[in-house]
């Protein structure tokens, strides 16, 4: 069996600038979401993950209604704490506790529903 090391390919400083930083915006030159790209968040060739698709269309959505439709917030100190744990899918450190408040148009639009 042969296991490629997504890790540590995601993480090598001679195929991404800085690449212990997050900087998401990195992504918004589309050179770099091309199918030569060394990122592999789906996995490489036959067990290529099948709901890529899905997830891509998805992803985008469901992001734009969290934020559309609640006011989050963390805990007191206001500030995420990114540590990384460990294991297979990467946890953090520290379980992220997040409230989320319905706004108040979620409110109107649900109660008029019922
Ligand atoms: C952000 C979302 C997702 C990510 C990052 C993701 C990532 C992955 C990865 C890394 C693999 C292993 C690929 C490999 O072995 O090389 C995988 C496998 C798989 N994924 Fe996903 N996935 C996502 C969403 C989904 C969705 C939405 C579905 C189904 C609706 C799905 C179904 C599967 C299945 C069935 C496999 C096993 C494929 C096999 O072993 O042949 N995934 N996924």
Do not use: Y
């Amino acid at each position: 069996m042969i296991l490629v090391n997504a890790w540590v390919i995601h993480r090598d400083p001679k195929l991404w600038e800085a690449p212990e930083e997050f900087r998401p915006e990195r992504f918004l030159d589309t050179a770099m979401v091309t199918v030569t790209a060394p990122l592999l968040p789906f996995g490489l060739g036959r067990r290529r993950c099948p709901g890529e698709g899905m997830a891509i269309r998805l992803m985008g959505l469901t992001l734009a209604a969290l934020l559309q439709c609640f006011d989050w917030d963390v805990d007191q100190c206001g500030a995420v704490d990114m540590t990384e744990g460990v294991g297979l899918s990467m946890p953090m450190a520290k379980p992220l506790a997040a409230i989320c408040r319905p706004r108040e148009f979620v409110k109107s639009v649900l109660s008029a529903s019922t």
